[in-house]
């Protein structure tokens, strides 16, 4: 039977290698984001059978709007790739427009609460019962970096929301992992080769890997059974700064 996954942020970086790649693994890929072009050209870069679903996984009409397109057209889901997220300029507390403080955190907490909400409620009460759901960490959910208040907040949530899935899923053949992703050359992370302010003080630049191999690392996640999981993977460039940050 053909496994059907859900990816948040589909449209770009992350999102769209790890939907590239599940889609060549087999898998029916649903694909999440806010722009249709970007999820169209993403679909077409998927070998396999699609679902776009443009919206906004802050809202909760439209996650649910979302959630009921795959079951209509699935009748289940195997894997949420929560995934989605954004990031802020960064600046100390007090420097923090509150609305970049409540963007990230409606992106990067509430859109992945309200997707594993959702996920989690379907996988529970479909037969067969369970799934997996993977939420993407960061390596800020471990440290920060410089006036990174809004985006590390948001990550340590994110591990906190991967404990309790997990805990609470095991009554329901529910797993729950996470993957902490440190310096992947997305769109995102393009500042990264122009230079990142450091703890001492100066601008450096610092290393970044392939996305393509997180999207492999998220797929080897995804294709375990339910009765094995990885808990937490931390993927990054190798020499970035993370043993010794700070």
Known sequence: ???????????????RSTAVALSKDGWSVVLSGRRVDALEETAALCPG?????????????????MFAAVKDKFGRLD????NAGR??????????????WYGVIDANLHGSVLCARAAFGMMRHQDPQGGRIINNGSISAHVPRVGSVP???????????TRSLSLDGRAYNIACGQIDI?????????????GMPQPYGEIAIEATMDPEHVAQAVLQ?????????????????TTMPFIGRG
């Open 151 to 161: 985006y590390t907040v948001s990550k340590h949530a994110i591990t906190g929301l």
């Open 221 to 237: 996640m995804a294709n375990y059974p339910l009765e094995t999981n990885v808990q937490f993977q931390t993927i990054m460039a």
């Open 49 to 65: 059978e699609t679902l776009t679903t443009p919206g906004d996984i802050a809202s909760p009409e439209s996650v649910d709007a």
């Open 1 to 15: 039977m053909t496994k059907i996954a859900l990816v948040t942020g589909a449209g770009s970086g992350i999102g």
């Open 87 to 100: 990031s802020s300029p960064p600046k100390t507390i007090d420097d923090t427009p509150l609305e970049d």
């Open 182 to 194: 440190g310096n992947a050359l997305t769109e995102m992370a393009q500042k990264m080769t122009q």
């Open 79 to 82: 894997m949420l790739f929560n």
